[in-house]
């Protein structure tokens, strides 16, 4: 399981929680001036994950100002580029730095710099989101790259390496407990590429990412995107190509670096779906063809032939067999 805590304000006694969560955001983020019209009685809570030195941390707060001063990044300056996906329930959250001033939705995010003055808040409604903070010197950007351009900024979560990064911070947010110790670097570098990712393409900037880092992110970008079009039976390499402006060459070299092939992704995630859908009691009265073909299976013989090589029984036994076994644990 990735390092984790969690903390609730109203586990403290009522004239200590603002207090707390003053100390908190210093110790997670930077010190910075908190104010709140609930700081009478602030009920907020988070859980904290670590993963190598980045810090993940869904949290849910009353309305409440940040200030990041001058004075206090004298005292104190972290180095850290600090992002937040701001979620469903969550007010718009009015972003300031330099010159940039925007209003982030739900579902979209925005980076600051805590080296530089900021300011953040919500007026009338609560805070929801996750953030995210990494070493700003750890970015596999040039140390020339200036981020004025895109701190402050509303960004969107919903396209291009917003929703991928939405999509991995969420996924962690929810199954942390599936990752241990030895998974923390490989994590710690899909942030740190993914973070670099939708700073450069913020700042029009693609061909300041490493190479490394491009691949990287053209490869997470194509597993979302199978992830999302296995419903569609002409889903195929060439499809997948043709769709990221890449040729079928490049794309098998990019997966032959991945120990796999796209042909062998697309079946195997398709057969990954077959089966739960299979094995859920929910869906015991939908015909085994119908889930094949939601699953992208053209033929019924052949997604049956495929599923056998795969599981070693039919798809009509495997689903007697799994239907049987929640009866019997429900009994």
Partial sequence: MLSAGRFRTDTKPRGDRFAYWHTYMADVVAPMEISSPYAHDFRAEYRLLRIEDAALWPTRAPASRYRRTPRLIRK?????????????????????????????????IYFIDTSKPYEVA????????????????????????????????????RHGFGAL?????????????????????RLHRVLLDLMAGVLADGLDQESALS????????????RSFIGGNL?????????????????????????????????????????????????????????????AARCGFGSP??????????????????????????DESAN
Wanted: zero cysteines; charged letters at 20%.
């Fill in 76 to 108: 104190s300056d972290p180095e850290l580029l600090h992002m937040t996906l701001v979620q469903p329930g969550s007010g718009s959250v009015q972003v300031e730095q330099g010159t940039v001033r925007s209003a982030v939705a739900p579902h979209d």
């Fill in 165 to 185: 990064i939405s999509q991995i911070l969420l996924h962690l947010v929810d199954q942390a407990e599936v990752y241990g110790p030895a998974d923390g670097p």
């Fill in 301 to 326: 013989a052949h997604f049956s032939r495929v599923f056998r090589a795969a599981h070693g029984m039919s798809p009509v036994d495997y689903r007697y067999a799994k239907l049987r076994e929640s």
């Fill in 122 to 157: 919500t007026v009338d409604a609560p805070i929801r989101g996750i953030g995210l903070d990494l070493p700003r010197s750890q970015l596999p950007l040039p140390p020339s790259t200036s981020l004025d351009g895109v701190v402050g900024r509303r960004l969107s979560g």
């Fill in 231 to 291: 419903h569609d039976p002409r889903l195929t390499p060439a499809a997948v190509a043709a769709a990221h402006h890449i040729s079928t060459r490049h794309l098998h070299r990019l997966f032959q670096q991945e120990g796999t092939t796209v042909a062998a992704l697309i079946r195997n995630r398709r057969l990954e779906r077959a089966r739960r859908d299979l094995a859920e009691p929910g869906l015991a009265g939908t015909p085994v063809h119908v889930i």
């Fill in 211 to 222: 190479p490394e880092a491009r691949s990287h992110n053209l490869v997470l970008a194509i």
